[in-house]
């Protein structure tokens, strides 16, 4: 049983470039989660989708889109990085209304 | 609007002593809370949330609406209790958990 899985684990980008963060989870969950982890900020909320095919803004989308075509996929893309942006990247799921959250191992992001 | 608050960045005790983790939080309405922990190079973990009122590895948190309050208590600190911990309340919406900034529980022997 993997939960929720995050593709890449880590990735340095250079200012401008773009790329593409891959969250699966293989527990049927409806809601889906994007988070960033930064020293002093704690967990900010970039997007979020309650079920396929929906998104939806959190505290900070600034920078970042989303998609969810599949129910067990959510993709965080970033279109032209930024230095801001070098973080901790968090996706978690839930069954329904967020409740018990599911994390995924995060993703370490450079962006230099 | 809808606010968690821990106060504490880092909070060091040692073995066996009183644990005290603070959560204040703003919201309309009854708040559902949750405490959740991250050990090093571990996932981003649910410890325990307020409607189930249990005790899960000693720790224990009480909503106090007057206060609006949710601190996290352990009568004896381990040294594997060191980690980040966060408090979580889900938003008006019910769409999402909003999260505190964390705190770091350091327990030294």
């Known amino acids: 049983n993997a939960g929720v899985t995050q593709t890449p684990k880590f990735r340095v980008l250079k200012t401008g470039q773009s790329m593409t963060l891959l969250c699966a989870q293989d527990?049927?969950?409806?809601?889906m989660y994007w988070y960033r982890q930064d020293p002093g900020m704690g967990l900010r909320l970039i997007h979020y989708?309650?079920?396929?095919?929906?998104?939806a803004k959190g505290e900070v989308p600034d920078g970042y889109n989303v998609s969810r075509l599949k129910k067990q996929n959510f993709l965080l893309g970033l279109e032209s990085a930024a230095p801001s942006q070098t973080s901790v990247y968090f996706c978690?799921?839930?069954?329904?209304?967020?409740?018990?959250?599911?994390f995924g191992q995060g993703t370490r992001l450079t962006v230099v | 609007a809808q606010r968690v608050t821990q106060p504490e960045k880092l909070l060091s005790v040692f073995k066996g002593a009183p644990v005290e983790l603070k959560c204040n939080y703003s919201?309309?309405?009854?708040?559902?809370l949750f405490w959740y922990v991250q050990y090093s190079r571990q996932r981003l973990q649910l410890l325990l949330r307020?409607?189930s009122r249990e005790s899960i590895k000693g720790f224990t948190a009480d909503l106090n609406k007057g206060e609006t309050s949710f601190h996290l208590k352990k009568p004896f600190a381990q040294e594997e209790d060191s980690a980040m911990y966060y408090c979580?309340?889900?938003?008006?919406?019910?769409?999402?958990?909003?999260f505190g900034k964390g705190t770091t529980l350091s327990v030294s022997s």
């Open positions: 978690a799921s839930s069954f329904d209304i967020p409740k018990v959250a599911f």
């Open positions: 527990m049927n969950h409806e809601y």
């Open positions: 989708s309650v079920g396929e095919g929906t998104t």
């Open positions: 919201y309309s309405g009854s708040p559902e």
């Open positions: 307020h409607i």
């Open positions: 979580a309340l889900r938003n008006q919406a019910g769409t999402a958990l909003i």
